[in-house]
């Protein structure tokens, strides 16, 4: 039999199935629990467990940029996870096993209501008073390290996982700036997730040497490399998808995995794409990834290409990537700005030869002729140049797709980051 007691007023409940307890909180009075055997008692582990609250954007954010952090963490703190969206993130709540609040935040520069947020954001952390506040995503950074500070929470951590700012000039830039240098300011702590990351914000001088940190080799949740293995797909699958895609086992497939904007190199890309068309037959491009026309249109005539062109295979967003990387051969990553890009340690860790940016992040992961191609960011013809050496020297590719994923897994394994978080957390009892 399940009691609950002394809860006169209680905002949130949730059944906790390794320690088999129902647990809920009031605002006025400790956390009680009622035991399967009807006893009822505080529970000294959980009394024990000092909050951590992680804040994101967006739920995906959380749930999968992040996705088994917060779980993982669970074990040690109680986390609990706020972000916008509450259906998804409810869903987030019970894939990481951990409280959700929803706030609503946006991505878009919205005074009003980055202004409501704030002040619910601070009630929140005011009723649960966490010892940690964790935020990543840029506009999550700024609300969240606010409101950190002003409800005294101890410790405020930020990750930075990317710069909307480096794309911007003129008054938006001066006032992205402002923000940046504001959200560091109210932090305690400041993790780039890439060693280029933290260059760019010291050459800034957005915030203090002894403030910034980079976990293990960067990134900010690593890779399962026990997922993103190519021994796992089957290999009668991947040519039903290829046929279903209508490539043949002749052709040679360049993949982008990510946002379908301008941002991500994709007009530069479709530009070096249409060159080599030109001149070989057997070649796709597959795109894995949705637009964002309000935030980041392509060009119309990019657009227009990727739609009529027989050689181009947009299949929008997709929940699994390693199928689509098991039928390419070659990544192509032409972004303007990263933090440190999932896509690129996955295509590695699937046996991918990589096409990227000289971009933090980016020229961390790929070491030039070893598992990949590094180009100058917004150069079509640099691009071009690197993918016809990836479609002439196919057989060399090839041969080398086991050291392509060795050195993901020698440096980016998501057990490893896990680990070295956790380590960061603790130095701060």
């Not at 996870?81 to 609503?104: H, N, T």
């Not at 500070?149 to 930020?158: K, Q």
């Not at 295509?347 to 070491?367: F, H, K, R, T, W």
């Amino acid at each position: 039999m399940i009691q609950v007691l002394n809860l006169k007023i209680t905002k949130y409940f949730y059944w906790d199935q390794k320690m088999e307890l129902f647990l809920g909180r009031e605002k006025t009075s400790p956390l009680y629990c009622s035991l399967k055997n009807g006893t009822s008692s505080r529970h000294p582990n959980l009394l024990m467990k000092k909050k951590i609250i992680r804040v994101t954007t967006i739920p995906i954010s959380l749930g999968g940029l992040l996705q088994g952090q917060s779980k993982f963490m669970n074990q040690y703190y109680e986390v609990i996870g706020v972000s916008a969206d509450p259906e998804k993130l409810r869903l987030v709540g019970e894939q990481e096993g951990i409280r959700v609040v929803p706030i609503e935040l946006t991505r878009k520069i919205t005074p009003i209501k980055d202004l409501v947020a704030l002040i619910k954001l601070w009630r929140v952390l005011k009723e649960e008073k966490p010892f940690i506040v964790h935020t990543h995503t840029p506009k999550a950074g700024t609300i969240g390290m606010m409101a950190a500070r002003l409800a005294r929470v101890p410790h405020r951590l930020h990750t930075i996982a990317g710069l909307p700012l480096v794309e911007s000039t003129g008054l938006k830039r001066l006032l992205l700036n402002t923000v940046e240098k504001i959200t560091y300011a109210c932090a305690t702590r400041v993790y780039p997730n890439s060693m280029g990351l933290k260059k760019i914000v010291l050459d800034h001088k957005f915030t203090k040497l002894s403030k910034l940190r980079v976990i293990g080799h960067g990134s900010s949740n690593g890779i399962d490399t026990s997922y993103f293995d190519p021994q796992l797909n089957d290999v009668s699958e991947l040519a039903q998808l290829r046929n279903r895609l209508i490539i043949s086992d002749d052709d040679f497939v360049f993949v982008f995995v990510g946002r379908i904007v301008g941002d991500k190199g994709i007009n530069e890309l479709i530009v070096a794409f249409r060159k080599i068309v030109e001149e070989y037959q057997n070649v796709q491009l597959l795109l894995v990834g949705n637009f964002e026309r309000e935030l980041d249109p392509l060009l119309p005539e990019t657009e227009e290409f990727i739609r009529k062109s027989d050689k181009i295979k947009w299949v929008g967003w997709v929940d699994d990537v390693r199928p689509y990387f098991g039928i390419s051969d070659c990544l192509t990553f032409p972004s303007y700005r990263e933090g440190f890009p999932n896509v690129v340690m996955q295509a590695g860790a699937m046996g991918l030869y990589s096409i990227v940016s000289d971009i933090n992040g980016c020229n961390e992961i790929i070491q030039e002729r070893v598992n990949g191609m590094i180009v100058p960011p917004k150069d079509a013809n640099a691009l071009y140049v690197a993918m016809k050496y990836a479609l002439e020297h196919k057989d060399e590719l090839a041969k080398a797709k086991s050291t392509y994923r060795q050195l993901v897994q020698d440096r980016f394994q998501r057990a490893f980051i896990w680990e070295e978080l956790l380590k960061e957390y603790r130095s701060l009892e």
